[in-house]
């Protein structure tokens, strides 16, 4: 029913759709040379091996010692979100097969799709490493543990499609939110290219897998991202997460918050919970005692994401007055069950 998540982002390119035969061995070879916008080994390669040229599966240091690229930092973060995203979908091109998704009534193309998601992905990663200069080190993959891997099938099959609708709408978020931290005006336009680009995967789910509605609400996804705060020490703050069995978790419905650790909430002071929504942002007062807070009515329940924040002044005007956060929540479509708790 929800996740808290940390970082989730990827990027996008828009490719000319060719219909090329899958790579045989000899071609992938040549993989090393391949571009995104160029090569079709990042739009429909139907291979269950990596698009990826072996070069391009780990980090590589910096190797010129001037000044960092003023986007740098930017896409040193969204490479590692999206390391996640493509290993997501590399894992699930390896590790199902088309009949997975036939048995359980999805249509014959399902796996197609999934398998040319994660040749987009790929690009990503290829765009987001060209993004970093030479003077910065290029993240690489780390080992991530999926819940769907750790169900036997069919399980794993529909939990894997209900996270994959989650890591979509997540990226569409983060990358909106994060355009207001790019300094050039290039990293924007491509942020937003980029996000697009997850949009469209999403809607397919929407629309092939869950059979509802594709269209959102005007505004569509955004996560209320911005610079830290010079000075500002926010970045290890308490999480927190909700108890499932209490709640729809939809608009109207009442959150019962559960942290890990407590932050120390001081007993003279009042503390909000901060909801946010695209652009609304609504505060609601919150008991430190009760750890509780409804989510405001009056948002809408189409699919997308809420996140919310703790802070100690209505609004959470500035980074440092959130003590703790953000908790993000997917608004699912209603025939989407996450196997997950
Ligand atoms: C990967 O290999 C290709 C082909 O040899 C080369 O052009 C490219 O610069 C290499 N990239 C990295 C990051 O090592
Ligand atoms: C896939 O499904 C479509 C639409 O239901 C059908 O027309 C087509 O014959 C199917 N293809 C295969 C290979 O089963
Ligand atoms: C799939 O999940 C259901 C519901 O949690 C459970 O009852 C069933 O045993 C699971 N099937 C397998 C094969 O693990
Ligand atoms: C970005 O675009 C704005 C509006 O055109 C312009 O004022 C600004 O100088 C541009 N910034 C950079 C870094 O090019």
């Not at 993000?328 to 196997?339: A, K, V």
Request: charged content about 20%; aromatic content about 10%.
């Amino acid at each position: 029913m929800h996740l808290s998540i940390a970082v989730v982002a990827s990027l996008a390119v828009i490719t000319p759709t060719f219909a090329l035969p899958a790579f045989s061995g000899s071609q992938l070879k040549s993989a090393a040379d391949a571009v995104p916008g160029e090569s079709s080994l990042f739009v429909n390669y139907q291979g269950k091996k990596t698009p990826l040229a072996s070069n391009y599966t780990k980090v590589s240091p910096a190797t010129g010692s001037g000044p960092a690229g003023a986007d740098d930092l930017l896409f040193q973060n969204l490479l590692s979100a999206e390391w996640v995203i493509y290993s997501f979908y590399q894992r699930a091109v390896e590790y199902f097969s088309a009949s997975d998704f036939t048995k359980l009534g999805f249509p014959n193309n399902t796996y197609e799709r999934i398998v040319e998601i994660r040749d987009n992905e790929a690009g990503h990663v290829r765009i987001f490493q060209d993004q970093i200069s030479k003077n910065s080190i290029t993240p690489g993959p780390c080992t991530y543990t999926y819940g769907f891997n750790q169900l036997a099938k069919p399980n794993s099959t529909k939990e894997f499609l209900a996270l994959q609708v989650l890591l979509e709408v997540s990226s569409m978020a983060f990358l909106t939110g994060l355009a207001n931290q790019a300094d050039l005006n290039i990293s924007k336009s491509a942020l937003m290219a980029i996000g697009q680009v997850e949009s469209r995967h999403n809607t397919w789910s929407l629309i092939d897998v869950y059979n509802v509605s594709p269209f959102l609400r005007p505004l569509g996804y955004r996560l209320p991202l911005r610079k830290p705060d010079p000075g500002s020490d926010q970045h290890n703050l308490p999480r927190f997460t909700f108890n499932p069995k209490t709640t729809t978790a939809r608009p109207g419905s009442t959150l019962e918050f559960v942290f890990q650790a407590k932050p120390t909430f001081a007993a003279d002071k009042d503390y909000w919970a901060v909801f946010y929504h695209d652009l609304n942002q609504v505060s609601v007062p919150y008991d430190p005692k009760k750890n509780v807070a409804t989510i405001p009515k009056e948002f809408d329940s189409k699919v997308g994401v809420i996140m919310v924040n703790i802070a100690d002044e209505k609004d959470a005007p500035t980074e440092d007055s959130v003590v703790a956060g953000p908790l993000i929540i997917l608004e699912q479509p209603g025939s989407l069950t996450l196997l997950l708790d």
